[in-house]
């Protein structure tokens, strides 16, 4: 079975500090991508990669960059939170970009 | 900007009935794709539909797809408390909407 694992469920942060948020999956996919989730607006794309260094800016890549030095792994960076940034983050990989996409289990992010 | 909206916002039902979910799209697609979150948790991944299919079966689902309406439903037969959940559809850019929270009342 293909798992996704983010480095931490919940997670509190201050208004200012630099976030790092960290997604690995098992399974070699090519595709990783980070979603957050708000109620009501459902699951927004922030950013996707499609191969090791490389990145595309999803819908809200505001506030937010991200890194992927190895294939397996996949990190998101708040450079200095905001509490507008409080919120569900979803890491999903897929074996290619329109497949089935796994997810993990989701960090919560509060700043304070 | 989000492709799938799904349609109604909340549903809630008693165990054994079925219960449908649709999902608008805007532009043209290759294929569509249905999840289900339960509470708190990330998205499992229920069906894929091309857009050559016009309707697709997975044990109690049933996917239908129909690219001149731009829209797909979701049809759960014969509902269980535990399929509680929202459910989300999305397009082949990986985009979701905002989802229909299901509650099913034992």
């Known amino acids: 079975d293909v798992k996704v694992t983010q480095s931490s469920r919940y997670l509190v942060k201050r208004t200012g500090e630099k976030v790092f948020l960290e997604c690995v999956q098992d399974?070699?996919?090519?595709?990783m991508f980070w979603y957050r989730q708000d109620p009501g607006l459902g699951l927004r794309l922030i950013y996707f990669?499609?191969?090791?260094?490389?990145?595309e800016k999803g819908d809200i890549p505001e506030g937010y960059s991200v890194s992927r030095e190895k294939k397996e792994r996949f990190s998101l960076i708040l450079e200095s939170a905001s509490t507008n940034q409080t919120s569900m983050y979803l890491c999903?990989?897929?074996?290619?970009?329109?497949?089935?996409?796994?997810f993990g289990p989701g960090t919560r992010l509060t700043v304070l | 900007s989000q492709q799938g909206e799904e349609d109604p916002q909340a549903l809630s039902i008693q165990e054994g009935e079925n219960a449908t979910m649709n999902c608008s799209y805007k532009t043209s697609i290759n294929n569509l794709q249905w999840y289900r979150q339960n509470s708190g948790r990330g998205l499992v991944h229920l069906i894929l539909i091309r857009s050559n299919e016009r309707e697709k079966h997975s044990g109690r689902l049933r996917v239908t797809l129909d690219t001149s309406k731009k829209s797909s439903s979701l049809l759960i037969t014969a509902s269980r408390a535990a399929d509680t959940a929202s459910y989300f559809c999305a397009t082949d850019d990986m985009r979701f909407g905002a989802g229909t929270r299901l509650t099913v009342k034992p």
């Open positions: 999903a990989s897929s074996l290619r970009s329109w497949t089935e996409q796994f």
């Open positions: 990669s499609y191969d090791v260094k490389m990145k």
């Open positions: 399974m070699d996919h090519e595709n």
